[in-house]
C-alpha cells in the first residue's frame, strides 16, 4: 500500500520527509559542480532549504556566478487529497559573460557527513534494492564480498526495502527519474546511488550527470525530475503515474 502520511518539513537547513510508521529521509540537500575554460577547477554550489525563492512551487535558489534553483512539488491523492509522493528538480542558469560547463547536478543529496539521515528502521546490512533491468521484481542484497559492498547505484529507478524492520511492515523507499514531457528518457543520463556498508548509511545522490555539458551566457539547464515516494508495495510504488507537465511550473521561472 502506498503510504500517504508523507509530510515535507524544512530543517536543520535541509529538507526531511517522513512518514508515518514508515522512512524518515532528513537533511536533503542539491549541489551543482562547475568549471570555466579559464579555470579548470571544479566549483562547488550547494543549494540549502533555507535559501527560499517562492512557495507555490516551492523553490530554494543559490547563487554566484550560476544560478541553481530548486523546486519540490507534491502530487495528491484525488480521492482524499493525501500526498501520494513529490517530485523534485533542478534548473541551472549562467550568470556570467563567459561559458560554463557542467559536471554534475546533484538534485536530491543526503550525506551523512552533513547529518542526513536515510533511515527505513533496519540496519544497512538488512537493506535489500531491487534489479532495475530485470521483467520480473528482483532484489539484490547488501553483502560485502559482492559487488553491492558499497551499496548499490541505479540508472533511473532506486528500489530500497529491508528484509525486516522495526515498523509494521518493511518499508520501501522509491526514487525515480521520470520520462521528459514529450516522452522518452531526459536529455542526459541520470543516477541513483545509494552508499551504504553493513554498519551504516554514507550517503544517497540522485543526480542528472551532465560531464561538462557547455552552459552559454545567459542560458538555463534543467535537470531530469526524480520522484519521491514510499510504501509497502514494491510492485506498486513503481506502477505509480508521473505528475502532469505544468509548463509554467519550471524551478526559478
Not at 509530510?7 to 522512512?23: A, E, F, M, S
Not at 536529455?187 to 550517503?203: S, V, Y
Not at 539547464?221 to 509497502?232: E, H, N, R, W
Not at 508495495?233 to 513503481?238: D, K, M, Q, Y
Request: hydrophobic letters at 40%; a negative charge; aromatic letters at 8%.
Amino acid at each position: 500500500m502506498l503510504n500517504r502520511t508523507g509530510i515535507l518539513t524544512v530543517l536543520d537547513r535541509g529538507i526531511t520527509i517522513n512518514w508515518d510508521d514508515g522512512p524518515t529521509l532528513h537533511r536533503i540537500t542539491a549541489q551543482v559542480r562547475y568549471h570555466t575554460a579559464t579555470l579548470a577547477t571544479t566549483q562547488l554550489l550547494r543549494v540549502h532549504a533555507l535559501q527560499r525563492y517562492s512557495d507555490d512551487p516551492l523553490v530554494f535558489a543559490a547563487e554566484d556566478s550560476i544560478k541553481a534553483a530548486w523546486m519540490w512539488r507534491d502530487a495528491r491523492m484525488v480521492d482524499s487529497e493525501a500526498i501520494a509522493y513529490w517530485t523534485t528538480q533542478l534548473s541551472v542558469t549562467n550568470q556570467t559573460d563567459e561559458d560554463i560547463y557542467l559536471d554534475t547536478m546533484d538534485v536530491i543529496r543526503i550525506d551523512s557527513a552533513y547529518s542526513g539521515q536515510f533511515n527505513i528502521g533496519a540496519p544497512t546490512g538488512l537493506w535489500q534494492c531491487a534489479v532495475e533491468s530485470a521483467a520480473d521484481l528482483k532484489w539484490e542484497a547488501w553483502s560485502e564480498t559482492t559487488s553491492s559492498a558499497g551499496g548499490f547505484t541505479r540508472q533511473r529507478v532506486l528500489l530500497v526495502q529491508p528484509t525486516v524492520s522495526n515498523r509494521s511492515r518493511p518499508p520501501v523507499v522509491l526514487v525515480k527519474a521520470l520520462d521528459s514531457p514529450q516522452g522518452g528518457a531526459t536529455a542526459h543520463p541520470t543516477e541513483i546511488k545509494l552508499e551504504i556498508n553493513g554498519e551504516r548509511f554514507e550517503r544517497m545522490v540522485a543526480c542528472t550527470r551532465t560531464d561538462g555539458t557547455l552552459l552559454s551566457p545567459g542560458a538555463t539547464l534543467f535537470s531530469a525530475q526524480f520522484q519521491v515516494a514510499s510504501g509497502d508495495s514494491p510492485a506498486e510504488l513503481l506502477q505509480l503515474s508521473p505528475p502532469e507537465d505544468k509548463q509554467n511550473d519550471q524551478p526559478g521561472q
